[in-house]
T-cell receptor, first 110, second 112 residues
Framework: QQQVKQSPQSLIVQKGGISIINCAYENTAFDYFPWYQQFPGKGPALLIAIRPDVSEKKEGRFTISFNKSAKQFSLHIMDSQPGDSATYFCAANNFNKFYFGSGTKLNVKP | DADVTQTPRNRITKTGKRIMLECSQTKGHDRMYWYRQDPGLGLRLIYYSFDVKDINKGEISDGYSVSRQAQAKFSLSLESAIPNQTALYFC???????????FGPGTRLLVL
């Protein structure tokens, strides 16, 4: 059973558009929610992360929105660029373990 | 040089063979992890270790074993490989429980 559910599985966005990826979880013990970016042939790399005591975190063009009551969080990529084309994973941490979503393959068209 | 290295990068083996995947890190982190990645399933935790004497099972440890030879080295073994262990395997390290995980480049394993 997937602890973190991620959607959509794939996403196509035009250059300059907004990319939105959503994740949902059930375990209220999760207390750290990172997003990882993975390029082909590489390992995932941390993009941005949030803790449940804040509702939003922004770093450059990347924003995490966090809704604790709904147990959902999302990644927004503003002004999406072709270089953002990659697979994105959300994750949730329960002290010792990370649980990852199934991944979203983003393709930003020039 | 990369902070987290994995060897081999690619491996083809046959059903029933024993195989070892190795991971080394120069980040000085105590925590090390092994994950497998399958299309549509994301990354799933196989084993994790908080120090040389502390080894813990993850979500999908059946059919796998690990060895923490030193703070910097964490190996994953498949005692008798089977085709459904064909996957991309990643090693990762972190400094603490809610800290960034740093991933290696991965090992692509094909079991025939």
């Amino acid at each position: 059973q997937q602890q973190v559910k991620q959607s959509p599985q794939s996403l196509i966005v035009q250059k300059g558009g907004i990319s939105i990826i959503n994740c949902a979880y059930e375990n209220t013990a999760f207390d750290y929610f990172p997003w990882y970016q993975q390029f082909p042939g590489k390992g995932p790399a941390l993009l941005i992360a949030i803790r449940p005591d804040v509702s939003e975190k922004k770093e450059g063009r990347f924003t995490i929105s966090f809704n604790k009551s709904a147990k959902q969080f999302s990644l927004h990529i503003m002004d999406s660029q072709p270089g953002d084309s990659a697979t994105y994973f959300c994750a949730a941490n329960n002290f010792n373990k990370f649980y990852f979503g199934s991944g979203t393959k983003l393709n930003v068209k020039p | 040089d990369a902070d987290v290295t994995q060897t081999p990068r690619n491996r083809i083996t046959k059903t029933g063979k024993r195989i070892m995947l190795e991971c080394s890190q120069t980040k000085g982190h105590d925590r090390m992890y092994w994950y497998r990645q399958d299309p549509g399933l994301g990354l799933r935790l196989i084993y994790y270790s908080f120090d040389v004497k502390d080894i813990n099972k993850g979500e999908i440890s059946d059919g796998y074993s690990v060895s923490r030879q030193a703070q910097a080295k964490f190996s994953l073994s498949l005692e008798s490989a089977i085709p459904n262990q064909t996957a991309l395997y990643f090693c990762a390290t972190s400094e603490g429980a809610r800290e960034t995980q740093y991933f290696g480049p991965g090992t692509r394993l094909l079991v025939l």
